[in-house]
């Protein structure tokens, strides 16, 4: 009994050369020195910080920040703490990235879509877009917005004139714009609720059509709804949700009306028009991934142009659609940050303002950091919801 | 087991070869080592007395600029008259002679200069992390600033913030400026004045801010803004340089005290004083009582017997030389490299003044009514 116990143990593999003990080893030696390296430059920045006498703490976001920005969402002037002019910079920032996005993807869908389009002019002024965009740097394409077309326009004496009446000079575009009224706000809640009800029905109904396979009505209904509560709303803000703000021109600039400043317009021109290019590509490519094969099985089951677009190429393009345009909406996001060189005051640019007036360049940069990593994970995380909603289920 | 011992080998082999580059004696590379005395020579030995025991760090900066063969000066390339370049691409200026008027003080020459052009907002990070040897470009010296930055040497440009206007606009005052757009430069205090006078004054305005002075008044021109402000000699030079001069003016208040001043890194004395120390010489040089010392006048003074002056110019006495490891006629170097204090400035600003000209007002030299003033050297 004993002879197999110990040919058991003179086969028993050495440590040395037990793959599982190496590899374990191996991972640990890893682990050590990567993060032995990562201590070692944090201790390293500290020291070096102390010897040059760079101060690390935040102590100084509660002081006065002292420096003017150039437009804010939010109440500020030089008086407030630097804490409150980096929130500034930073809704700055979300400003122009959501409506960047947002415009981007329209502007970029229809270029994609227009690429694809067998009118060739249409096609090759896509073509031309798309080239002239990728091409060239965005810094480049933001000077020459700015200070070659936002900055050429009239003066504000001369403005150019839109029936609206909307203004444009080199100040900025002045549109007419509605505001809310006193009795506004019971409106704009019941239109809220509207829309959400909507929304509910109209997924509701839909479902309920898959179940039955009859008509449910779900686009009349839902219109219904909204209909019926902004109807509601008018009658009990007494038919005057909205007062008109019409900009008047007084002294040196037009007051009044909502203002999109020339340093927030040509960045937005600049990122939307850079990012639609690439959008565009994206786009294209989703949509020629898709086999011609499932068009032409759709058209041949008798479903309309459109519902083959809507239940057929659409949602398969979109599975391949999806991951780069992620990465489309955290270089928009990013790139903005070049607002810099044109004077718009986003988080980098307010940033890079208190290192200076503060002093303090290493947890400015921190935060700086943290703030555009934040802003990246959310809308990858988003975006990466949505993408696993949309792909295949596979069972 | 055969592939340990193989490895063991290798290990052995390896070690033998580390070792034998380690025995391997250095042989002498490039250019033959100066003479880096420096650490000995600050720390002196007075036979006797107590040993001078100089705090660390002490000496570290000339020790560097001597061995590289030059100073590196953070200074700029886009304002006439204080630094900017000339046709021929030279890089000169009030604030390029400082540096240069160091460097013939410390190397014997005045070309032995590298300048780093930075923006406003990169000043302070450069001077406080000792990137650079000297910051000469514009700096306004304020407490935080000292505290923060560096060690500001003596003040040798006097100037106040005001506002430049288009000439038809038809503003006087601030009031007149209500509602205004003005352009301004970022990390400055000017925009910090800026958004105090309005506040103070309780008058609404938009501020266009810029990293770059050159987008600043490049928006300005173009009709982005009605006002633009800076300290005043940055007006001048800006004017100076429009395509018509006449259509803008500076209008005649001063909202702040701008005490322009080279700055060097915090933690090395010796390095600080000088600095210093040659700025002294060149505002005491345009004093008459020491001759007065200009760049043509160097050689007729050593001959002469004006004690004051052959001080300065290290033929008469010590005035702190060898307590700095420098040569006795660092300071002659630095005069005869850019002149006195009121030489360098004509030369850019003066009457004839390649620049611009803007009247000296609280430039003057002390002797004439104007608050330039330094320690005696002797």
């Not at chain 2, 390339?77 to 691409?89: R, S």
């Not at chain 2, 590298?114 to 650079?132: D, L, N, S």
């Not at chain 2, 910090?192 to 770059?212: H, M, P, Q, S, Y």
Request: charged share 15%.
């Amino acid at each position: 009994m004993s002879s197999p116990v110990s040919s058991q143990a003179s086969e028993r593999i050495p440590l040395w050369r037990d793959e599982r003990v190496l590899r374990i080893t191996a991972q640990v030696i890893s682990a050590v020195v990567i993060i032995g390296g990562l201590i070692w430059v944090v201790l390293n920045l500290l020291e070096a910080a102390e010897q040059r006498g760079l101060s690390l703490g935040f102590d100084f976001i509660q002081d006065p920040a002292g420096f003017p920005i150039s437009e804010s969402v939010i109440p500020y002037d030089d008086s407030y703490p630097f804490g409150t002019a980096f929130i500034v910079g930073l809704l700055n920032t979300l400003k122009v990235a959501i409506v960047g996005v947002l415009v981007a993807t329209v502007l970029g869908t229809l270029v994609g879509l227009a690429r694809l389009s067998t009118n060739w002019l249409f096609s090759q002024i896509a073509l031309i877009y798309i080239e002239i965009h990728r091409n060239v740097p965005l810094l480049v394409l933001l000077f020459i917005w700015y200070f070659a077309v936002f900055n050429k326009l009239p003066s504000a004496k001369e403005s150019l004139e839109i029936p609206g009446p909307i203004y444009l000079n080199q100040r900025g575009l002045y549109l007419t714009w509605p505001r809310l009224s006193e009795t506004g706000s019971k409106f704009l809640i019941l239109f809220i609720i509207g829309i959400v009800l909507a929304i509910v029905t109209w997924i509701y109904l839909r479902n309920l059509r898959e179940r039955l396979g009859r008509s449910t009505y779900f686009a009349g209904a839902s219109l219904a709804v909204i209909l019926l509560f902004t109807l509601s709303g008018l009658i009990l803000s007494e038919w005057q949700p909205f007062w008109i703000d019409t900009p008047v021109f007084e002294g040196f600039n037009f007051s009044g009306g909502l203002r999109l400043t020339p340093e927030f317009a040509a960045l937005l021109v600049g990122l939307v028009m850079y990012t639609a290019a690439f959008i565009a590509e994206v786009v294209r490519a989703g949509i020629q991934a898709v086999d011609r094969g499932q068009m032409e099985a759709a058209r041949a089951t008798g479903l309309s142009q459109f519902q083959v677009l809507g239940l057929v190429i659409i949602p398969q393009a979109l599975r391949v659609i999806i991951p780069p345009m992620i990465s489309q909406y955290l270089n928009l996001t990013k790139n903005s940050s070049l607002a810099l060189a044109i004077g718009y005051a986003d988080v980098f640019n307010v940033g890079r303002i208190m290192i200076n007036q503060a002093g303090r360049a290493v947890p400015i940069f921190g935060m700086v950091m943290v703030t555009y990593l934040m802003m990246s994970l959310i809308t990858s995380l988003i975006l990466n919801i949505y993408n696993r909603r949309i792909q295949f289920e596979t069972r | 087991m055969r592939n340990i011992k193989l490895s063991l080998a290798m290990l052995l082999g390896l070690s033998l070869v580390l070792a034998a580059c380690a025995t391997t004696p250095a042989e002498p590379v490039g250019e033959p080592a100066e003479p880096v005395t420096v650490v000995e020579t600050v720390q002196v030995e007075v036979p006797g007395e107590t040993q001078i025991v100089q705090a660390p760090g002490y000496g570290e900066v000339l020790a560097r600029v001597q061995e590289r063969g030059k100073v590196v000066c953070a200074g700029r390339t886009d304002l006439l008259g204080f630094g900017y370049l000339d046709d021929a691409g030279n890089n000169l200026g009030f604030d390029i002679d400082l540096c240069r008027a160091v460097a013939a003080a410390v190397l014997g020459d005045p070309e032995a200069i590298e300048i780093v052009p930075v923006t406003a907002a990169e000043r302070g990070p450069v001077i406080q992390t000792g990137e650079v040897d000297i910051l000469s470009r514009n700096v306004t010296w304020t407490s935080s600033r000292d505290s923060q930055w560096g060690n500001f040497t003596i003040t040798m440009f006097y100037d106040g913030q005001g506002y430049m206007v288009r000439a038809d606009s038809g503003i006087e005052t601030q009031a007149d400026m209500n509602g205004s757009s003005v352009c301004v430069t970022s990390g400055t205090t000017t925009e910090k004045n800026l958004a105090a006078d309005f506040r103070e004054r309780g008058l609404d305005f938009e501020a266009v801010i810029f990293e770059d002075t050159a987008s600043v008044y490049g928006a300005f021109f173009d009709g982005r803004c009605d006002v633009t402000t800076s300290d005043r000699s940055q007006l001048a030079a800006i004017r100076a340089g429009a395509d018509n001069p006449d259509d803008y003016v500076i209008l005649p208040m001063i909202i702040s005290k701008e005490p322009l001043t080279p700055v060097v890194p915090h933690g090395d004395d010796q390095w600080f004083d000088i600095v210093k120390l040659v700025m002294f010489a060149l505002i005491n040089a345009e004093n008459p009582a020491y001759g007065p010392i200009t760049q043509a006048t160097v050689d007729d003074v050593i001959a002469s017997d004006n004690i004051k002056g052959k001080t300065v110019l290290g033929v008469e006495g010590d005035w702190g030389y060898s307590s700095l490891g420098l040569e006795p006629d660092a300071l002659a170097n630095a005069i005869r490299a850019v002149g006195n204090y009121g030489e360098v400035y004509n030369r850019y600003m003066g009457p004839d003044g390649i620049a611009f000209t803007l009247p000296r007002g609280l430039n003057e030299h002390w002797t004439n009514g104007g608050l330039v003033y330094a320690p005696p050297i002797k």
